[in-house]
């Protein structure tokens, strides 16, 4: 199985509104990416996970929390978004980095979230 | 830091005409290069990538890109381009960060096809 896989694919939401993101990959890989991703623009890194420990978190507002229940697993939890917050969430699995090889990522086809 | 220019925003091809589209990178390492593609509202796909073996790389659906490291370049050829072809396209660096490495993206170049 080569595949990373989203849900939902698209979803509507109120600024009040709590919902959440769910990625899962079965390739072994051990980092995975969460990725923002604006109309006619390239994705921006949100977060990475290695090792199901949180590594790198690009100065994401916390209303956005992410989650790595399992190595196959990674939750985006969505609470108090904003209609900025609108855009396509991709994301991404690769092998951990071995004797400096940097892996190629795998992207999930995303997630088109929009914020009424 | 590392960082990669994608020198053109936007690239008009007819259809079976050649495909160029080029990539300028800047790395203070022997970088890790990609090139992805992305149709609308769909994830990104890996088309080819260099990681200091073979300078001339090649990926799939007849996509082949040279590294050329005195000219710091990273350009992504096809010999005869299909109306399938049009879509977005990525040059990516790898960077290491953090005890990790993360992606620096290009701006993107979108390739339309003519028929």
């Known amino acids: 199985d080569t595949e990373v896989t989203q849900t939902p694919k698209h979803l509507v939401m109120g600024m009040t509104n709590k919902k959440s993101l769910k990625c899962e990959q079965h390739?072994?890989?051990?980092?995975m990416y969460w990725y923002k991703q604006k109309a006619k623009k390239p994705p921006e890194l949100m977060f990475v996970?290695?090792?199901?420990?949180?590594?790198i978190n690009e100065s994401v507002p916390s209303r956005f929390s992410p989650e790595c229940p399992n190595s196959s697993l990674l939750n985006l939890h969505l609470h108090a978004l904003q209609p900025e917050d609108s855009a396509l969430y991709l994301c991404?699995?690769?092998?951990?980095?071995?004797?400096?090889?940097?892996?190629?990522?795998?992207f999930g086809p995303g997630t088109r979230l929009t914020v009424l | 830091a590392q960082s990669v220019t994608q020198l053109d925003s936007h690239v008009s091809v007819s259809e079976g005409t050649p495909v160029l589209l080029r990539c300028n990178y800047s790395?203070?390492?022997?970088?890790?290069l990609f090139w992805y593609v992305q149709h609308p509202n769909k994830g990104l796909q890996l088309l080819l990538k260099?990681?200091?073996?073979?300078?001339l790389v090649k990926g799939i659906n007849g996509f082949e890109a040279e590294f050329k490291k005195s000219e710091t370049s990273f350009h992504l050829t096809k010999p005869s381009a299909h109306m399938s072809d049009a879509a977005e396209y990525f040059c990516?660096?790898?960077?290491?960060?953090?005890?990790?490495?993360?992606?620096?993206f290009g701006t993107g170049t979108r390739l339309k096809v003519l028929a």
């Open positions: 990516v660096v790898s960077e290491p960060t953090s005890g990790t490495y993360k992606y620096i």
């Open positions: 991404a699995s690769s092998q951990e980095a071995v004797a400096g090889i940097r892996n190629e990522q795998f």
């Open positions: 996970y290695s090792y199901e420990k949180l590594s």
């Open positions: 790395s203070s390492y022997s970088p890790s």
């Open positions: 260099y990681t200091s073996a073979a300078t």
């Open positions: 390739m072994g890989h051990r980092a």
